[in-house]
């Protein structure tokens, strides 16, 4: 009886051993969770280096496997900045020579500031010398011809008139009329025109001769008003050059940094190509550079 007992025992603690190692294998199938092994662990990695050579081929900036390229990336290796034209310009416009500086256009910056210096320098020279002689003709005019004794005496004397403004009777045309032109009321630049221009004013210079209808010191004085207008009227051509001098430089230093950044860029670009390539039986990435000149 209790060997029947016992029997009994074994069968049922069978039965449940059973029913367990199936319940367990069903587990391990739903979660396909295999027994780790070393054979498992060499899968595992065979399974990382294959997704590291996935990442490699399909990243959008590298190329794909073998000599194949799907994309590449332009970088300036230099970090080149280009220059700004206008900035170029404007400062060519100011000061000849520094647009062309600021291009690393050396030579030509010196010679349009060099242009521009000697310009300066030769309408400072004639400038200077057309006041001194304006300065001069002026003293002479005020030392030798009067408006009171020559001109006013001949007003009243020959027209009957004591102002050039009024009215006189011409017995040639035999009516009355009015004198061409009329003195300014100030010493002006006017004034020292006309006393040496017009006719009408000779009556004013102390040597001038009713008789001979000539004068010694106004041939003086219209001479050195002409020396004086040559010398004002260089200064004037040397700046209005120095102008165009400045206007010239402006464009020329926009087109030569224009120039340089082109030149820039070409010589900083490199393109990178990254590929695949096997290598005693293993994929390694390989990098490439290529710049252009």
Known sequence: MAKRHLQMVIYLLGFVFILSS????????????????????????DYEHFQKIFNLTQNPYLASAGDSTKAKESLDVYAFKGKSLKKAFLFSLIIPGSGELYA???????????VDAALWGLYFKYHGKGKDKEKEFRTFADGHWSEDVGYNQWLIDSLGITSDTMRY????????TYLSHHLPDGK???????????????????????????????????????????????????AAISIVNHMLSAFDAAISVRKYNQKGERFSQI???????????????KLTASVRF
């Open 188 to 238: 002006t630049q006017q004034y020292y025109e006309m006393i040496g221009k017009y006719e009408q004013f000779r009556w004013g210079w102390d040597d001038f001769s009713d008789i001979t209808k000539n004068s010694v010191n106004r041939s003086s004085y219209v001479e050195m008003r002409h020396i004086s207008n040559d010398w004002l009227k260089k200064a004037k051509n040397s």
């Open 271 to 285: 393109e990178l190509k990254m590929r695949l390539s096997e290598r005693n039986q293993e994929m390694i990435p």
């Open 169 to 176: 009777w011409n017995p040639v045309e035999q009516e009355w």
């Open 22 to 45: 199936i319940s367990y294998g069903s587990t391990l199938v739903e979660n396909q969770e295999p027994p780790l092994s070393f054979h498992n662990s060499l899968a595992q990695n």
């Open 104 to 114: 690393n256009s050396k030579i030509k910056a010196l010679v349009f500031f060099g």
